[in-house]
């Protein structure tokens, strides 16, 4: 599962104000800042600019917002061992949502038309036969949009990806982990899971009603790939979006064999967001310092859509610690997470690098 935050509740829709996380956004994801104590969050008001300018002078439109879409955790199973995945240790635990959660937020769609999007999840949701036939009600409640979140493995096959086109799916965020077959393996600890991904991109890539989305988590594995993602798919038509998303460990303990310095990832980030905007990519970057990015910073974006799982992923969630940075209290950023515990015991505080933003420094 990629790595993501927002509110859930009864069901699906029970507040729980106690959870940092979870009281981030009641109604619709919002951007993260600071809340009275480091590690807690919530929500902001207001929203992300949906413009910005490409290196070369040309405007390019942001391809989504966040607040249009609702994702639901669908299952809580892999057939991958990514090394970074958020939910490795928990997802034979965690519980998905069930027919009636599904059904009462296809309701909620019929009466309100609130979303334009809905989001099916896992960890891996096309290990779920039923997916096909949940695009085709999602759309008949009115979602515009059908996105789910995949490595992608399965649609290797064309004929599975022409079932889930048909049935109405047409935007895919997928995982990425490396620019090598050897070291996206390894990362996955599946053989040939590289492959079939790639394939599945290119197999995808034939629709013209399809976007796709990838997301590259950096750790120390993967951080000098970034670029080199980028360029290996640079020939994808429908690619119009690419992430890349900083580790959270999921808990308070550093993890040396992940966890990387930011000063060691910012040269090779920072070439992987030109590279990327150069073939017209929309970016978004999220849990590393704004203030390491320069004008780069435009592209950070802790927003998410609102999320509907299991509540007691919260609990492990918030072990991660966030908004802990000496210039916390003094910064202008709105978007930025700081530094996780886990991150500060292997690394520190980071005082003579880090530098609190200007209160405008990242006003639309």
Known sequence: MAQRDSQ?????????????????LPQ??????????????RPNVFCVAGRHQLRKGVTMQKPFEHSDYVELSMHFRCNLKCKHCMILDSMHWLNPADDAEFSATLEKQKRTGQWKG??????????RKELPDWAKQAR??????????????????????????????DEYFISVTAATAELHDQITEVPGSFEKTITALRNLDKF????????????RLSYQS????????KDLQRLVQMDFWGYWPM???????????????????????????????HVEIKNFPACLLGEDARYMSNDQPELRTDPNFWTE????????????????????????????????WMEDVLSPLPRQELRP
């Open 251 to 281: 808990e308070e303990d550093g993890h040396s064999d992940l966890l990387v310095p930011h000063t060691d990832v910012r040269p090779y980030l920072k070439t992987a967001i030109q590279k990327a905007r150069e073939y017209r990519r």
């Open 118 to 127: 809905i989001i099916l999840t896992g960890a891996e949701v096309t290990l």
């Open 317 to 348: 969630f918030n072990r991660n610690g966030f908004h802990q940075c000496a210039y916390r209290d003094v910064c202008g950023s709105k978007q930025c997470l700081g530094l996780n515990s886990a991150y500060i015991k292997l690394y520190g």
């Open 208 to 219: 013209s009603q399809v976007k796709l989305m990838t997301n590259t988590v950096i750790t």
């Open 140 to 169: 008949r409640a009115g979602f515009e949009h059908v996105r789910i979140q995949t490595h992608a493995m399965r649609l290797a096959d064309p004929a599975y990806c022409e079932t889930l086109v048909a049935a109405g799916i």
């Open 226 to 233: 970034a670029p080199d993602v980028v360029e290996l798919l």
């Open 28 to 41: 619709t994801r919002r951007r993260f800042r600071s809340a009275g104590s480091a590690g807690q969050m």
């Open 8 to 24: 859930m509740g009864a069901g699906l829709e029970i507040s729980y104000s106690m959870s940092p996380l979870a009281a981030r």
